[in-house]
């Protein structure tokens, strides 16, 4: 069997805490896409583990993979693998292989990211890790492959061939102290290239077998469907493709594979960054439900802009994913909240619509129309069987799962294994 699970908003809908949840029945589970801009929190028992590149089943049997549609940035893989050995944790190349076409996030492109940022008059608010320009060197065939910090020869001729129009880019935002080229810099990729070489592996070809012999696995995505580079809400959005599509490509694992695609929707809608987001909440309930939801983000720590559920941009991430279930997280974020509202359509221009604009500019001038629930009081943290949810609570997911006409499969009450339950 062959799963894909994207997050369905603009990411940290939960996609760590449900692949956790699931990864007890999957041999395998691979990243598609992204890199270390993503940030999966699991929490078993009193342990919060946030991982940034590790697949979220890193606590299950299960073997984890990096595919090479991801951009890694070996350091973090290094200090993740680390920081999971103290706690007890061995990530060894048994448990975890990564694609030697993997491209690298080198030095450059994380000062480029950063420069960028800091010259450009209208923000993308990105994370800084380097994701758009290690994405900008793939696409221009200027990328560094894990194979190739992984070979000293090859790595030195390669950087020699980019280096000189690098560093006039690095000088052209005026930086002239750009630590990019220097040797003790790049002898640290070298030897993290020489201790990640045990883990190379052919991703596509790990996945085909497997799936032939009736093994499960499951595609991991990060981000979510409206950072899509295609899709989404350009140009705020990240620099990969983040719907469920993008896994079959970057995996080199056929369409005709894919069985299940899973979405993972929270109850309301949160962004980190900027771009659009027509349900924000710039009120005291828009604060109570950062705070009620911690909504602070896993990687760079900045505070999630938090606002009502947006059934127009669920529905196009519908689309894009081809779900064929969802899963609803943070429901109890919602908890002491009356009215829940739902934006069902937008009013732009003097139209409604009921799916989002294509523009990004429209998107940011669309006001959204509400339709308004009645809240509940109780804390949903302890609720484990669907029809212990309070009515309105109830109401309030099945008006979402019928407005969405996909089936909702798992209702998340919280951040723990224990505190998610099947609506199916
Ligand atoms: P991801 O990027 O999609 O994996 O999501 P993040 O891990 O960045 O952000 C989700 C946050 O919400 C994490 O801190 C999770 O522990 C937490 N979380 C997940 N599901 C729930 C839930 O149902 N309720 C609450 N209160 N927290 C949750
Ligand atoms: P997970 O996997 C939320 C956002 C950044 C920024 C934009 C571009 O945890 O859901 P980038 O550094 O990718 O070039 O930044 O994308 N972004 C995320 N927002 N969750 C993420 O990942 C994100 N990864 C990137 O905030 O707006
Ligand atoms: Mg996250």
């Known amino acids: 069997m062959f799963t894909i699970l994207t997050g369905a908003q603009f990411g940290d809908e939960g996609k760590g805490k449900i692949v956790d949840l699931m990864a007890e029945n999957y041999d395998l589970v691979v990243r598609f896409q992204g890199g270390d801009n993503a940030g999966h929190t699991v929490k078993v028992a009193d ?126 935002y005026d930086n002239q102290d750009s630590k990019a080229f220097d040797v003790s ?63 079959c490509s970057n995996l080199g694992v056929g369409p005709t594979k894919v069985d299940e695609v899973i979405g993972i929707v929270k109850a309301y809608i949160t962004r980190v960054g900027e771009g659009p987001l027509p349900t924000e909440l710039h009120d005291d309930i828009g604060r109570k439900i950062q705070e009620q939801g911690g909504e602070f983000g896993t990687t760079t720590g900045r505070a999630r802009r938090c606002g009502w559920f947006d059934l127009p941009l669920a529905k196009k991430a519908i689309n894009l994913n081809g779900y064929s279930s969802l899963a609803l997280t943070k429901l109890d974020v919602l908890t002491n909240i009356d009215p829940i509202k739902i934006c069902v359509g937008y009013s732009f221009q003097g139209e409604t619509y009921e799916y989002p604009p294509a523009k990004t500019s429209q998107l940011f001038e669309c006001a959204p129309i509400y339709k308004e629930l009645s809240g509940w009081d109780e804390n949903l943290s302890n609720v484990n069987k669907y029809g212990d949810l309070p009515e309105s609570a109830k109401k309030y997911v099945d008006l979402l799962e019928n407005m969405m006409d996909v089936p909702i499969k798992y209702v998340s009450v919280g951040p723990g294994r224990e505190q998610t339950f099947r609506k199916l």
Not at 84 to 101: A, H, M, W, Y
Not at 195 to 221: C, F, H, W
């Open 185 to 247: 810099v790049l002898d640290e990729y070298l030897a993290a290239g020489k201790v990640l070489s045990s883990y190379i592996t052919d991703v596509s070809s790990e996945i085909n077998d497997a799936i032939k012999k009736g093994k499960n696995v499951m595609a991991e995505g990060a981000q979510g469907s409206h950072l899509d580079v295609v899709h989404g809400t350009q140009k705020y959005v990240t620099s990969s493709s983040t719907i469920a599509g993008s896994a």
């Open 47 to 172: 342990q919060v583990y946030k991982l940034h590149l590790i697949p979220s089943a890193f606590l299950l049997d299960s073997r984890v993979l990096i595919g090479p549609g991801t951009v890694l940035n070996p350091k973090v893989l290094l200090e993740e693998i680390d920081m999971l050995k103290k706690g007890g944790i061995e990530i060894t190349p048994q448990k975890l292989g990564i694609d030697g076409k993997t491209s690298i996030i080198m030095p450059h492109h994380i000062e480029l990211d950063t420069l960028r940022e800091s010259a450009v008059s209208e923000k993308i608010g990105t994370t800084k890790r380097g994701i758009g320009f290690a994405y900008i060197d793939k696409i221009s065939r200027e990328e560094i492959q894990l194979f190739d910090i992984a070979n000293e020869e090859t790595f030195y001729s390669k950087l020699e061939d980019i280096r000189e129009q690098k560093q006039k880019m690095l000088e052209s």
